[in-house]
């Protein structure tokens, strides 16, 4: 095992560009991630690299995520890109885990939480956008592969269980900042000018509902963390701007 130390937050993406590289040097067949906020079945991998080994289709796959507080409950079972969402939905988010979530499923979208690839998915596509610091790089990389002709699996049999949100929490401000920041980057990057036109429509239109709500919650500090989103990615303050603020927070 190799453990390699970084002396500052780099973020999501590029904290893990870190030890892709790594494995990229030296020629590993196999490149996986995995958030460390997670429990994973014994034979999780085991099964990831069979289907891997068994099938030269797919560029990665993905296993089934279920919520590590309720274990038979689903949090990924595959993913659409929506690009008038600026991200992924996920297949299945929500709901009881059942026969129906069994077997090899293709999917357009592998989350970041858990995946195993094959060296080329990095080689051909290159490393996670280190723009995004935390959310929807994995959107991002899973667009550009498919822009490649790459494909995905999700195995359903290989389980791990997610603390969703367990970096940031799930409702804290700072989950609600990168999440929509991370959103408006990967449109802006990917999109078309009509995708681009949906999603600011769509974010616009669903803001002027949920920012009363979320006011009569009491949660005025969620509405004051997109508008800084907003305004942190129209002044293009991503990436290293994050990094660097990041790690004088810490």
Known sequence: ???IHSEENLGFAAGNNVAIRYALRRSYPYIG?????????????????????????????APKILFKESPDQIWYAGARIRMYRGGGLHIGMG???????RGIKMT???????????????????LLD???????????????????????????????YHKAGGTVGRKSPQAFYFDHKGRMIFVAKNG??????????FWSLT??????????QG??????????????????????????RMSSDD
């Open 108 to 126: 357009t979208c592998i989350s970041g939480c858990a995946f195993i690839a094959r060296r080329i998915l990095f080689e051909k596509v290159g």
């Open 219 to 244: 949660k005025c500090s969620l509405v004051v963390a997109q508008l800084k989103a907003m305004c942190d990615f129209l002044t293009k303050r991503w990436g290293e701007y994050d990094r660097k």
């Open 95 to 101: 709901r009881q885990d059942g026969p129906e979530f």
């Open 207 to 216: 803001r002027l509902i949920s920012f009363p709500i979320l006011v009569l």
């Open 130 to 160: 280190e723009d995004f610091f935390f959310a929807h790089e994995d959107v991002d990389l899973s667009y550009r592969a498919g822009q490649q002709q790459l494909l995905f699996c999700v195995n359903l049999d290989s389980k791990i």
């Open 192 to 201: 078309g000018l009509s995708d681009k036109i949906g999603f600011w429509a």
């Open 33 to 61: 991630l995995l958030n460390n906020d997670t429990l994973v079945d014994p034979d999780y991998l085991t099964l990831l690299i069979h289907e891997l080994e068994k099938s030269a289709r797919w560029a990665a796959c």
């Open 1 to 3: 095992m190799v453990l």
